[in-house]
Structures are given as structure tokens and as C-alpha cells.
């Protein structure tokens, strides 16, 4: 009897896949480890700005009483649970959304773990979840379809004005004057009542440009977004809002790197040298002290 013909080919091992969710509530418990054992991060945005305005919206105050509030009032509705909780649980909660919501936008986007964890150390991200920003909420803009898009997008235009204009473009290629109204008129009713309430708040923004917080190099790099736009791609319009913007700060390069997720390679550098240029910056002050 010939034994190699009686045996049978060895079964081929299972491949090795792990499903997305796995990864997202492993990164959450990975991250939240060190967080619950040093404390909760500064969010020194969510004290001192977003907060206080939520709180006098509830009590039907006007929010853009409180100084450096500059966005559209409704950016403070998903806030209201945690300004209402006691100070520290708040700060908490404030922070597990933030998170959840660059890890929901990131996976949305198809980010594969390697992508999600890049762009998750990021200079951009960590700072903005240490310094309770809310740039991840109108990133919801990237995930969402008109017209909701752009009630997202019009929270903070620094981000949202790229996707905005392609949601435009796209609108008037596809059904014209028409459609480009029926996408914007949730966001015109939103801003018009807005106004009625609180006056023209965009008005706040002027002099944010001398902020010393603000990174833009506006106008020299308009070029650039333009050139996103005319693209046509909705991944190269959610990068273009930094470069048309007179204020944005650090956090705000978070969009753009989002557009690096199928590229590892690119986003690795991408964020290698966002974290040299904080080291750079970090050092020339105790280097000209010396």
C-alpha cells in the first residue's frame, strides 16, 4: 500500500482576522488604562469655554457671553449630559466621546489598525483629547451625507468649509440649483434662527487671527485647498478646510491627516513630523534661555 496516497493534505490553518470592533474596544481599553490610573487629561477648552457656554445655553442664556465661543450654538447640544453632570464626571464623559468619536470617524473612513493607531498618536489628536477640544464633532461632516454634512460642517468652518463646498459642487453637478438648496436649507434654517437668538455670532471670530494659538499661514497656502477642491474627491476636500482658513489651530490638522488613512507609510510621516515640529518648538525656548 502506498501511504502518501492514503493520507489525506493537511488542512490550511484558519487566517488570522480580527474583527473591527475587537480592535476599536481594545485601543479604547488600551488608551483609557493609563488615563484611569493618572487622571483624567487637562480639556482646558471644555473648562473655560465650551461648558460655560453649554450651561448658559440650558439656562437660556446667550452662550457667546462666554469669551472665545465662537462656534454655531448647536455645536453645544451634544454637551448638555456632560455639563450637567458633577464637574468631574463631566470632565470624564466629555472625554470618552471625544474619544469614540475620532476612533467612529477613523473606522468609518475604513482605517485599518495600523491607520487607526497612527492617527490616534498623532500630535493633533492627543492634544486635542489633552486640551478637551471639539474638533472631532464636526469631523462627523467626513461620515455623514448632505444635509447633514453640513450642519455638521458649519460647527467649526476651519474643518468643515472643504466638505461643505464639495457637497456644493457635488449638488450642482448632480441636480443643480435645486438640489444645492435642498442640501443647505437645514443649515440656513439653523443659522437664521441662530441669528434671531443670538445675534450674528460670527462676528466672534474677528481677531481670532492674532491668537496666539493660531498656526494658520493664510493666504499663502489658499492655493493648496483650491487645488483639493478641484480635485473633486471628497477625501481631498475634507483636507482643504486648514488651508482656506485665516484661523485654525493645531488640533485642526487632525482633518487632514484623516485623508492619509490609506496611506500608513505617508501618515507615519505625517505625523513624525508633527511631533518634531512640537519638539523643535518645545525646545528653542529652553535653548535660547542657555
Known sequence: MNIKKTLSPPLPLPALSLNPRVIILGLLILI??????????????????????????????????IQDFNNAPWTLIPFIPFALMPYQWGRVGFFILSLACFIYVAHKLNAKPVSMILFLTSYPVITCLNGGGIDW????????????????????????????????IYGWELGGIRLMIRWSLPVIILLAGSFALYGFWPLTFIGKGNNPVNISIFPYLIPLGIYFLWTKKKRAAMAAGPFLSPYHTVFTLAAPLLTLLDHPKLLAIASALLWAWWILQSLIPYLLVK
Open 32 to 65: 483609557a488604562i493609563p488615563i484611569l490610573y493618572y487622571g483624567v487629561p487637562i480639556g482646558q477648552d471644555w473648562i473655560e469655554f465650551f461648558r460655560p457656554a453649554t450651561l448658559s445655553l440650558v439656562h437660556g442664556q446667550n452662550p457667546y457671553s
Open 137 to 168: 464633532l464636526p469631523m462627523l461632516a467626513f461620515v455623514t451625507p448632505a444635509p447633514v454634512s453640513l450642519v455638521f460642517a458649519a460647527m467649526k468652518p476651519q474643518i468643515g468649509i472643504g466638505i461643505a463646498l464639495y457637497w456644493m
